[in-house]
């Protein structure tokens, strides 16, 4: 089941995704730790949090689409003023666990959690997992439903 989430999501996107302009709304970088998001021409937002460890780095986006947005932007804000407050505070850690409680709460719901195999880069293991929340796939299958039509 978790297979087939995840096929029709990248269905989905590679039918949404032909030519998307990605511009940065917001980031805030440390040393070790950083926090960005980022918005589509076509109406989807990425929250990424990166850590970085003595044996890697940890990355961990949560994509949405436009209904969550707002949302993504107050984990942001919350995770850029610990950073403010404490540069060496965890942004992995700090966005997972806020992300955890919206999720817990209701206020975004999840469809497919899943990590890439992980990257060396110069001997430096990258682990990147991606949330996907169910308004990420809004946008896809609207246009998708469009083209149908056609």
């Known amino acids: 089941?978790?297979?087939?989430?995840?096929?029709?999501?990248?269905?989905?996107?590679?039918?949404?995704?032909?030519?998307?302009?990605?511009?940065?709304?917001?980031?805030?970088?440390?040393?070790?730790?950083?926090?960005?998001?980022?918005?589509s021409d076509t109406e989807l937002c990425t929250l990424a949090a990166s850590s970085t460890y003595s044996d890697g780095v940890i990355i961990?986006?949560?994509?949405?689409g436009k209904r969550d947005k707002q949302t993504l932007l107050e984990v942001y804000n919350k995770v850029e003023?610990?950073?403010?407050?404490?540069?060496?505070?965890?942004?992995v850690e700090l966005t997972t666990n806020y992300i955890s409680e919206l999720r817990n709460n209701g206020t975004i719901t999840a469809i497919n959690f899943e990590t890439d195999p992980i990257e060396y880069?110069?001997?430096?293991?990258?682990?990147?997992?991606?949330?996907?929340?169910?308004?990420y796939i809004d946008k896809a299958a609207s246009d998708l439903?469009?083209?149908?039509?056609?």
């Open 121 to 135: 880069k110069n001997g430096i293991a990258y682990v990147k997992t991606h949330l996907y929340c169910a308004s």
């Open 145 to 150: 439903l469009e083209k149908l039509r056609r």
């Open 60 to 64: 961990f986006f949560a994509h949405a």
């Open 81 to 91: 003023n610990q950073l403010k407050l404490n540069p060496n505070a965890n942004a």
């Open 1 to 39: 089941m978790k297979r087939i989430f995840g096929f029709i999501i990248f269905l989905l996107c590679l039918i949404s995704a032909h030519a998307e302009k990605w511009t940065t709304i917001k980031e805030k970088y440390t040393t070790w730790q950083g926090i960005s998001i980022s918005e």
